[in-house]
């Protein structure tokens, strides 16, 4: 399996992007799929994750009510729209798929990850 994030940038503060990720290999529906993020000198986080079929959802408390995960199981591409982007927000934002069917907020049960896609936020 392979992920390849893109869409990252850099914009003004309460500004939009929508980061995306293209996986390729078995078909995207055996996969959880979540986003994670990771500042200059901090430990990476948990954003989001979506399960299979794309009815459950889960975000972090940092970016929940401003961020919307959602997936195409016939692009097989993953989304996440960030909006009211905030300067905290800025990090090096990470897809990742995993097996299983808890929407995890641990890095551990993603198995495959993405290259990672900046995502710079100016105030």
């Known amino acids: 399996v392979q992920l390849q994030a893109s869409g990252g940038g850099l914009v003004q503060a309460g500004g939009s992007l929508r980061l995306s990720c293209a996986v390729s290999?078995?078909?995207?529906?055996?996969?959880?799929l979540g986003w994670f993020r990771q500042a200059s000198g901090k430990e990476r986080e948990f954003i989001s994750a979506?399960?299979?079929?794309?009815?459950?959802?889960s975000y972090a408390d940092s970016v929940k009510g401003r961020f919307t995960i959602s997936r195409d199981n016939v692009k097989s591409t993953l989304y996440v729209q960030m909006n009211s982007l905030k300067p905290e927000d800025t990090a090096v934002y990470y897809c990742a798929a995993g097996g299983g069917r808890s929407l995890s907020q641990s890095s551990s049960a993603y198995a495959y990850w993405g290259q990672g896609t900046q995502v710079t936020v100016s105030s």
């Open positions: 290999g078995p078909p995207l529906s055996w996969y959880i």
């Open positions: 979506i399960n299979w079929s794309g009815d459950r959802t």
